[in-house]
């Protein structure tokens, strides 16, 4: 029931951490996991390694994309689901969740502080704890970027991490740790992931958390 914050004042562009709410969104929505999708070259856009070129022309299940968005972080795969379900459903279920943010303008565009993203990773928890649905919990503790938050816990941890260059950086990871009394833990910063010293701040962030978590579960 305790919390510990600081500058939640402050925004960032949220990068792929937006694709985990945005898959929460579509399992609340109870939409077909087995819809198909197609890529044709119309819909390309850049992709993170997993959907490219080659794969224009092929269709895909909605569960599959959402395993490539989250585990691989691929901006096709979540272009392909931002296409076919919009952004008016996501905006107005960040909206029944009682939040003001993340909203999404476009594909492209929209920003969030800690206490939002936090509160989002907080639903997804709650949402697999309460249907006994952990599709989404599990893709999020088996992603391929393990250098922030999971590098400094022994814990398991269900994950998101974003990077954006250029104007607007941000480099981010909201997690849920599953200690003996799991919690959230959100961290938003402006570090340059391709700087070799970027995650050190996850790193001590989540190793101090652990032990003040620790001490107050005792």
């Known amino acids: 029931g305790y919390y510990y914050s600081r500058n939640t004042e402050e925004r960032y562009s949220s990068a792929s951490v937006i694709k985990a709410f945005y898959c929460q969104y579509l399992l609340a929505e109870k939409v077909d996991l087995n819809h198909k999708i197609q890529l044709t070259e ?16 092929k269709w895909f299940t909605v569960k599959d994309l959402m395993k490539y968005a989250i585990r691989n972080s691929d901006n096709m795969a979540y272009y392909l689901l931002f296409e076919t379900y919009g952004k008016d459903g996501f905006n107005n279920y960040i909206k029944s969740l009682g939040l003001k943010e993340p909203r999404l303008y476009s594909i492209e ?27 989404l919990a599990e893709l999020l503790k088996n992603t ?75």
């Open 42 to 57: 119309a819909k390309k856009t850049s992709s993170s390694g997993r959907l490219t070129k080659d794969a224009v022309g």
């Open 109 to 135: 565009y929209t920003t969030l502080g800690t206490e939002s993203a936090a509160l989002c990773m907080k639903e997804i928890y709650r949402y697999a704890e309460n249907t006994g649905d952990d599709f």
């Open 144 to 218: 391929t970027h393990n250098a922030q938050i999971a590098a400094g816990t022994e814990a398991e941890v269900a994950h998101k991490y974003g990077f954006q260059d250029g104007k607007n950086i941000g480099y981010h990871d909201v997690a849920i740790v599953y200690t003996e009394e799991p919690y959230i833990l959100a961290i938003c910063t402006r570090e340059d992931l391709y700087d070799k010293n970027s995650s050190e701040v996850f790193v001590k962030i989540a190793s101090i958390t652990e032990l003040l978590h620790t001490y107050l579960h005792q």
